[in-house]
């Protein structure tokens, strides 16, 4: 009893440890790497066709529709709120998987579900700076990103064994998750309610309408001067377009990549792998990103040309998973794509974070996030959607291949320039620093990226 008394009284540990324990119920979602034999399969009835350009493309729209209101909620209504709606849509998301009966249930309730619980993914991002001491940030954003890391591990894994070893069918499997993500419901109960917000400032005093009204306007302005902030530098305005550009690519792979190893092993026909490939794959990028950490190298001189090195590897891995007819190498070319995002990922929010205060990190995510979600909606429209091009599964990891070449290339152009004109330079003071200062710390804040996801 007096343990517990003390852990709610200390201003840091019991948050982190309620928003660690909800982080790992609610990504430990056991029937998402079987989600798409789920729909195709006996137990949903729906074509792949339909699936692939009609069911997944709401996803995408509704999302988009939703991130920027709720990126502006999630801070006014001080974190909280948002983090039990999307407990509560997750819950709501299974129930239709399990029950919901008909084509129109899967085409629109359950996507537009979906979409609120990966939009309000912000508020559990940025719940824990709301609530804590700035000096606790770096053990307590380790804490919650290792909870979110080990959930979605266990989860892909422990599906998979239920699959293979079990002989569950994939009904259980979502009746099993439902189960597990109604936990993180309750949890959500338990978190305390921040006192501030970061933009919104003032939220005691704003009872009365001109107090509201001016604390708006406040919140406006500082939105203001923290944009011009993160955006006034080219080097950052670079790498935050190559996190847009890259998430793009990346979440439009992962949103389809069941249905391209489902077109190569049907699930009918054949042994399904998913969860077991996951949680290797979320493993293999979480080192590759946690390596960054214990390597000696200037990454603002040098990051540029790994980006377009490592971006040159995924787009061989990407073309790798468009070609093959072997499961087996879909299943590499996915794990060796999805390491070097999170590698590079990584080193892209060190460089945008090192130079930024938290207000205006936390708003640059937000823009990223937006303009990465805005290019994979122009992609969906153009290639996936039915109502226009509408293609399959392989000729679109064909197209993203390209696209992905391209954008390899002229990232290593632009890179080799930078570095012979920094090598003419006199070297910086601020080299050294960069190289020693802050990377162990970023390594872990984002150990794991969520869209990741």
């Known amino acids: 009893m007096g343990c517990w008394v003390k852990l709610k009284s200390s201003d ?66 001080r974190h909280k709120p948002l983090i039990v709606i999307q407990a509560l849509f997750l819950v709501s998301n299974y129930v239709l998987l399990c029950f919901a009966p008909g084509l129109l249930a899967m085409l629109f309730l359950l996507q537009i579900h979906y979409a609120v619980v990966t939009a309000t993914e912000v508020a559990y991002f940025s719940y824990i700076y709301s609530a804590i001491p700035l000096e606790n940030y770096q053990r307590a954003t380790g804490y919650l990103r290792s909870a979110m890391l080990f959930g979605y591990t266990s989860g892909a894994g422990l599906g998979q064994i239920l699959i293979s070893l079990a002989g569950l069918n994939y009904f259980y499997l979502n009746a099993i998750t439902l189960g597990v993500v109604s936990v993180a419901f309750l949890i959500s109960f338990w978190l305390p309610m921040p006192q501030g917000s970061m933009f919104f400032k003032g939220r005691k005093t704003a009872s009365l309408g001109r107090q509201s009204q001016k604390n708006v306007f406040s919140a406006g302005h500082l939105l203001w001067q923290s944009f011009r902030e993160s955006y006034s530098s080219r080097h950052l305005i670079y790498w935050s377009l190559w996190w847009a550009l890259a998430t793009a690519g990346y979440t439009q792979i992962v949103n389809y990549i069941q249905l391209m190893w489902n077109h190569i092993e049907p699930s009918a026909s054949s042994s399904v792998y998913n969860g077991g490939v996951e949680s ?3 493993l293999v990028g979480a080192a590759a990103a946690f390596s960054v950490g214990y390597i000696k190298v200037n990454w603002s001189v040098w990051g540029e040309l790994a980006l377009g090195l490592f971006s040159a590897i995924g787009a061989g891995a990407v073309f790798l998973i468009g070609l093959t007819s072997n499961i087996w190498a879909c299943y590499a070319g996915y794990a060796v794509f999805k390491s070097c995002y999170m590698l590079l990922i990584t080193i ?10 938290m207000e205006c990190y936390a708003l640059t995510f937000g823009i990223n996030t937006f303009v990465a979600l805005s290019l994979q909606t122009i992609m969906t429209l153009i290639f996936v959607d039915g109502a226009t091009l509408g293609l399959d599964i392989v000729t679109q990891v064909c197209y993203l291949t390209a696209i992905t070449v391209v954008f390899a290339l002229l990232l290593s152009q632009n890179s080799t320039l930078i570095k012979i004109s920094s090598t003419l330079e006199k070297p910086g003071i601020r080299r050294e620093h960069d190289s020693e200062v802050g990377i162990n710390y970023i390594c872990i804040f984002f150990l794991v990226k969520s869209q990741l996801f």
């Not at 928003?19 to 609610?26: N, R, V």
């Not at 509704?62 to 709720?70: D, G, I, Q, T, W």
């Not at 892209?348 to 205060?357: C, D, H, R």
């Open 12 to 77: 840091w540990v019991f948050p982190t440890a309620v928003l660690s324990l909800y982080g790992f119920f609610a990504n430990c979602r056991i029937a998402e790497p079987f989600l798409a034999p789920y729909l195709i399969g006996p137990y949903k009835n729906i074509s792949e066709e339909v699936v692939t350009n009609y069911l997944f493309p709401i996803w995408t729209y509704s999302y988009l529709a939703f991130l920027f209101p709720v990126f502006l909620l999630t801070d006014f209504l």
């Open 280 to 282: 290797a794959c979320s």
């Open 348 to 357: 892209t929010t060190f460089q945008i974070a090192a130079n930024l205060s």
